[in-house]
C-alpha cells in the first residue's frame, strides 16, 4: 500500500515537525535561562502540569486519527469526514473545560504539587500557567487537525503549520522576553498567540473539499454517538495511559523539586535536550499511526506487521545516529544554557546516560507501540504501559533516588528501567501476532 517514495513523504515532514517543536522547546528554555534558574524552574513545573492536561485531548486527537485512517483505507471518505468533524468538536469541548478548570484552580493545583518551591519560582510558575491555560483550545484544535492531516499521509501541512507555530513562538519571545522584559509572562504570551493562529491556519486548511478528510463547511454542531464511540474506544484507553503516564511524572517532578533549583534546573535542561534525541523516533511514531491505520483499514495485516518491522528499522538507525551527534557535541549543547556549574555538570551526566538508553531501548518502548494502537491493540498498551510506569519510574525512582541516594540521577536510572519492560512486552506482542485479533474485529465491522 505503501512506496517508498510515499514513506518518504510522509516521515520527513514528519522528522522536520518534531524538530522544530523540539528545537524551539530548547530555545525557550535558553531564551527563559537567561531570567535566572528560578524562571527555568517554574515554567518546567507548569509544563509538567500542562503536558498532564494537554495529553488528555492528544490522546482523543490520536483516537480520531486512527479511525479515520481506517476509512481511507476502507476508502469511506463520508465516515472519515464524519470522524473528522466529531474529533474536532469533543477535543474543542474537553479542552475548555480543562482551561476553566486550571485558570480557577491555578496557585491550588501548583501547592498541591509543589509545595516546596522557592517563593520565586512558585510565583513564575503562577503567571505563566495563567497564561498558558488561556492556550488549551487552541493547542486542543491544532492537535486534532494535525492528527486528520497525518491520518492523510499528508504531513506537509501539519510541518508548515508547526512552522508558522514556532516561528511566531520565538519572535514572540525576543520581542516580549528581552525587548520589553516580561519574562516567564512574556514565554506565555508567545505560546498563547502561536497557537491561536496555529489553530486558525489548521482550521481552515481542513475546510477544503477536496483533501481526503474534511470537515464540513457549515461545520454543524452534530452530535454522532457511534463515531465518538469509536473514536473513544481508543482515544479513552490511549488518554488513560497517557494521564496516569504524566502523573506519574509529575510525581517524579514532586521528588526532583526536593533536591533544590540546582536538581530541577538540571532536569529541565536534561528533558529540553532529551528531547531532541527522540526526535525521529516520535516522527516515525506518528507515521506508524497513519500507515498501520490504513492497512488495518483495508484488511492487509501482513503488509502491516511488514511495514511496522520496516519503520521500527528507521528509528534505530536514525536515534543511533542523532544519539552519537549529540553525545560528541554534550558540552557545547549543555554551555547554551546559563547555569551554574554543579547544575551543568548534573545535565551533562543526565544527557549521556539518556543517550546510550536512546540508542539500546527508546525505538521499541515508544515508536512499536503506535503501531499497536492504530491495530485496535489499545488495551495492551494502556495496561502495560500503566504497569510498568507506576511499578518502575515511581517506585523505583523513590527507591534509587532516596533508600540509595542516588538523587536526580536515580529517577533517570528509574525510567530507562521503565523502558526496558515496555520494549520486551511490546516487542512480544508484535511478534506473537496477539495485536492480529483486535485488527481483525475492526475490519470486520
Sequence with gaps: MFTKKNLIKLLVPLVIEQLLAVTVGMADTIMIAKRGEEAVSGISAVDAICVLLIGLFSALATGGAVVAAQFIGQKNR???????????????????????????????????????????????????????????????????????????????????????????????????????????????????????????????????????????????????????????????????????????????????????????????IGNSVASFNCIPGSAIGLAMITVVGQCVGAGKLDEAKKYTWKLLKYASISMLVLNIIVLLSINPIV?????????????????????????????????????????????????????????????????????????VFGVWVAMTIDWVFRAILFLSRMISGGWKKHARMEHAR
Design 78 to 268: 463520508e465516515k472519515a469526514n464524519e470522524a473528522a468533524n466529531q474529533l474536532v468538536l469533543s477535543v474543542a469541548f474537553l479542552s475548555v473545560i480543562l482551561m476553566v478548570i486550571s485558570l480557577i484552580g491555578n496557585e491550588a493545583i501548583l501547592h498541591l504539587i509543589y509545595g516546596k518551591l522557592s517563593p520565586l519560582t512558585m510565583q513564575n510558575a503562577k503567571t505563566y500557567f495563567y497564561i498558558v491555560a488561556v492556550s488549551f483550545p487552541f493547542i486542543a484544535i491544532y492537535n486534532a487537525g494535525a492528527a486528520l492531516f497525518r491520518a492523510m499521509g499528508n504531513s506537509k501541512i501539519s510541518m508548515m503549520t508547526s512552522l508558522w507555530m514556532n516561528i511566531i513562538n520565538i519572535v514572540g519571545n525576543s520581542i516580549l522576553i528581552f525587548g520589553f522584559g516580561m519574562g516567564v509572562a512574556g514565554a506565555a504570551i508567545s505560546t498563547l498567540l502561536s497557537r491561536m493562529i496555529a489553530a486558525i491556519i489548521v482550521i481552515y486548511r481542513l475546510r477544503n473539499q477536496e483533501n481526503a478528510i474534511c470537515i464540513e463547511y457549515n461545520f454543524r454542531l452534530g452530535y454522532q454517538p457511534e463515531m465518538i464511540r469509536r473514536i473513544l474506544k481508543i482515544g479513552i484507553p490511549n488518554g488513560l495511559e497517557n494521564s496516569i503516564f504524566q502523573f506519574g511524572k509529575l510525581l517524579v517532578g514532586s521528588l526532583i523539586a526536593t533536591y533544590g533549583e540546582v536538581g530541577m534546573t538540571a532536569n529541565a
Design 335 to 407: 554551555n547554551l544554557f546559563e547555569a551554574q556549574a554543579a547544575t551543568k555538570e548534573l545535565a551533562t551526566k543526565l544527557l549521556i546516560y539518556h543517550c546510550i538508553c536512546c540508542i539500546i531501548i527508546w525505538p521499541s518502548a515508544f515508536t512499536l507501540p503506535n503501531a499497536l494502537r492504530a491495530a485496535n491493540d489499545v488495551k495492551y498498551t494502556m495496561f502495560t504501559s500503566i504497569s510498568s510506569m507506576w511499578i518502575f519510574r515511581v517506585g523505583f525512582s523513590f527507591v534509587l533516588a532516596q533508600t540509595f541516594g542516588l538523587g
